[in-house]
């Protein structure tokens, strides 16, 4: 079923709280690899939507939301039993603030917690086989998490999530995508706080990130059509929802609007989406546009074929597929010439710049996320080969561990061994 990164619609909540399941548990297990803290400065907070429940236990006390707890309290692991369109926070140094209820500022200094590092996972479990637990970079990095899981008492992972590089690589990558240090915030002593990507800024802005009005007339002038198909997964209840092929052939009118005609197999081929010239540069970074099916004013929270078609546009922009003159080598065909299937393909290889080689046609903040995490990276992430999200379903895993990841590389051995050898030595020569 299409559905946009952090953007949960009433029929998926309802569904996920209202589902018989048998009763389930995950134990979850905090554990702290950065030597920089020790485990009682570093915290974890768990949120969830409102009016969703949180049922987990820690020694046979049951936790709250929005109270913070530190790895030390948490050593044992928790109980989970239910957890949905949850988000748990994670800080070094020092606690958020006790009993937030609402999501920090990345970027307003009066927020409680903006002087604090802190980061996320999301996560959904109430023992149905379709639960999960992902990272997220959309906004903003700041501390590397991973997310491992393991089932029936194994001690390989089942599933693994995190980085391939240490967070002062990441922070310096990200860093180097924006137009300035701006992007790359810091406390009163100098202390990294976080890397806010191009989707924190207010609507319409890029912040100092570079802007796409030049991949687009590219696209525009070449006059060359984006051809979008795909299969569409639906739960049904209406034609737009039910199960279906799409197709749509995209243009641009002379005004720069994005036009698309097409439909799907179900409900049938002669509609239009239309996305106003003015939000589609903004919306290449924050894939969530307002546009019209047939002269009517959708979203994505309609969470339909509709959509689903505007989704792999999108993130064909996002990725640099659209209008890219290299030849896809599955198929032998330009990307810009073929339907975005094989884009999404699961042995599609090449994505970002491999795809633009030479020109800044793709979000260059979400490739540093592709290439050295298993972390979103923007909102359709999940479209590339790479798998961001871990299953928790309950008839393979039983346990999951959050693992923050150092900064930096431990010192090896060898060196202080060395280190200590050249003090020895000319300690002893004089």
Known sequence: MFT??????????????FVSTASYALTMKFINENSEYNSNEVYAIFTAASGNPFVATNNGQALSLTTCYSFAELSNGITLDRITV???????????????????????????DYYTRWDKFEITFNGNP?????????????????????????????????????????ISLLTAEATNDSAKLKGPSN??????????????????????????NSVIASG??????????????????????YTFTNIFDTGGNMIMNGGGTVVGMNHTIVISNDVLAYNIYANNPDYY???????????????????????????GYVGSTVLDPVTGVAFKDEFSKHWYATNQPLAFSDVQPGNEF??????????????????????????????????????????????VPEPCLFIIYNLLFIIYYFKVRK
């Open 130 to 170: 379709a639960d999960v637990a992902d990272l997220t970079g959309i906004n903003s990095f700041a501390v590397p998490i991973s997310i491992k899981t393991y089932g029936d008492s194994g001690t390989t992972p089942r599933e693994s999530l995190g980085y391939s590089i240490y967070a002062d690589e990441m």
């Open 191 to 216: 202390d990294f706080l976080r890397v806010i990507g191009p989707t924190t800024y207010p609507a319409g802005s890029f912040g100092p990130y570079p802007p796409f009005d030049d991949y687009l």
């Open 362 to 407: 793709f979000n260059g903040y979400a490739e540093v996320f592709w290439k050295h995490s298993d972390s979103y990276g923007f909102p359709f992430s999940d479209k590339l080969h790479k798998s961001v999200q871990a299953s928790l379903n309950p008839a393979n895993v039983d346990t999951v561990e959050i693992v923050i990841l150092p900064d």
């Open 293 to 319: 099916v047939d002269g009517v004013k959708s979203d994505f929270a309609d969470n339909d074929v509709y959509s689903a078609s505007v989704r792999d546009v999108l993130a064909g922009f996002a990725i």
């Open 86 to 112: 949850g988000v748990v926070y994670i800080s070094l140094g020092k606690p958020m603030t006790s009993n937030r209820s609402d999501a920090p500022s990345f970027t307003n200094t009066s927020d409680s």
């Open 4 to 17: 946009q990164k952090l953007k949960i619609t009433v029929s998926t909540v309802l569904i996920l709280l």
């Open 224 to 245: 060359d059509p984006i051809l979008i198909q795909g299969l569409y997964s639906g739960g049904g209840g209406s034609p737009e929802t039910t199960t279906q092929e």
